[in-house]
Nanobody
């Protein structure tokens, strides 16, 4: 079992920044990949980015490349999503998720690949 708790969401103006955190517990944190997803009203859940077991592989969605950065601190059992230059279209509920079945260097991009999910945190970007 893995428990995930997100924090750091909120309301920000266009061009602003937020850093989301995802605190994990349960299994050895350095033995699974972490992903970030988002879901806007009326839309499907969308992969934003992910990071492999010890961070050697990261992958972010093209539309956020250069603005969003994913990292993890295995000593703190925490994954991060740094979001800069935020746009109104980034408004969504953001979820972190754990992929416990992948290989050490894998970053998988589909929701079904992830086994455990956080409760979500709202990010709202005003224009």
């Amino acid at each position: 079992q893995v428990q995930l708790v997100e924090s750091g969401g909120g309301l920000v103006q266009t061009g602003g920044s937020l850093r989301l955190s995802c605190a994990a517990s349960g299994r050895t944190f350095s033995r699974y990949a972490m992903g970030w997803f988002r879901q806007a009203p009326g839309k499907e859940r969308e992969f934003v980015g992910g990071i492999s077991w010890i961070g050697r592989t990261t992958y972010v969605l093209d539309s956020v490349k250069g603005r969003f950065t994913i990292s993890r601190d295995n000593a703190k059992n925490t994954a991060y999503l740094q979001m800069n230059s935020l746009k109104p279209e980034d408004t969504a509920v953001y979820y972190c998720a754990a992929d416990i079945d992948g290989r050490p260097l894998d970053v998988r991009t589909t929701p079904v690949s992830y086994d455990y999910w956080g409760q979500g945190t709202q990010v709202t970007v005003s224009s």
